[in-house]
């Protein structure tokens, strides 16, 4: 998504009535070439459908429960009132709403037989900050949901980072890439080979494109992960408002076509 828009979105639609998740019909906008590209899907290896966003949803919920990146917006000073329960609802809230908006306008893969694990992809030239995809989604909610520090670590400092790290190491090819929103695998799905299906599946399109796939990582051992499916370290950017920083590293996966040509 673009980031920066969508915070300013995000409190500008926060007037209007929302609509349920489950209104509206259940068909994805996407471009033409990534359909083109989507017609033979690897076994194991699902796109989902808007029907399916509370699964999926709650998938990611399991697979960043303990995720440094994800609690930074719920662990704050003036929520130290809260219960271990209220935290993980509103954890699970915002998976299902940011779900839900990729369902709406980007690429949601599954691998593994019970959404052991899921891609939040946005396609090329795509992004999840107008505002209708905001009020279907539910993600205007958080202005109300998330704290005064939370709301100040999601829209003043987290997103505006992400967005303009992306714009600086992309350059021209930011809106003209494969991102990587979230991909996450739940604990009773690890070690099995479904985050690399997830992977390569939007990997292989990227490749017959042309196109670099980008992507943020809150944890360290993931590294190694993914510089085995072909993404190079780009650089490091840090969540700075709590006492602990939270550094994320951003990572660039160019097609093999121009790693082979030597050509960015």
């Known amino acids: 998504m673009d980031k920066s828009s969508f915070a300013a979105a995000i409190f500008i639609e926060s007037t209007k009535p929302a609509l349920s998740p489950n209104s509206g019909p259940s068909t994805l906008n996407r471009t033409d070439s990534v359909m083109a590209n989507l017609t033979t899907v690897p ?132 809106n003209d890439s494969w991102y990587l929103v979230y991909l996450g695998t739940r604990p009773s799905g690890r070690g099995k080979g479904y985050a690399r299906k997830v992977v390569e599946h939007v990997s292989r399109i990227a490749d017959a494109e042309g196109r670099a796939c980008y992507l943020e990582s809150s944890n360290a051992v993931n590294r190694i992960i993914y510089g085995r499916l072909g993404f190079d370290l780009a650089k490091h950017v840090y969540l700075q408002r709590a006492e602990e920083h939270v550094e994320l590293d951003i990572m660039v996966r160019k097609p093999v076509q121009a790693k082979a040509a030597n050509v960015d």
């Open 43 to 174: 076994k194991d290896v699902r796109i989902l459908e808007l029907h399916e966003w509370k699964e999926a949803a709650l998938s990611l919920a399991e697979a960043f429960a303990e995720d440094h990146s994800c609690m930074y917006f719920l662990e704050t000073p003036d929520a130290a009132h809260w219960t271990k329960q209220q935290k993980w609802d509103l954890h699970l809230k915002m998976m299902e709403y940011i779900t839900y908006a990729h369902l709406l306008k980007g690429l949601v893969v599954s691998a593994g037989p019970n959404y052991d694990c899921v891609g939040l992809w946005m396609p090329p030239g795509e992004n999840m900050d107008d505002l209708l995809t905001i009020c279907r989604s539910g993600m205007w909610r958080l202005k109300w949901q998330l704290t005064a520090e939370g709301r100040k670590r999601f829209f003043d400092e987290f997103l505006p980072l992400l967005h303009d790290t992306k714009e600086q190491v992309l350059g021209d090819r930011d």
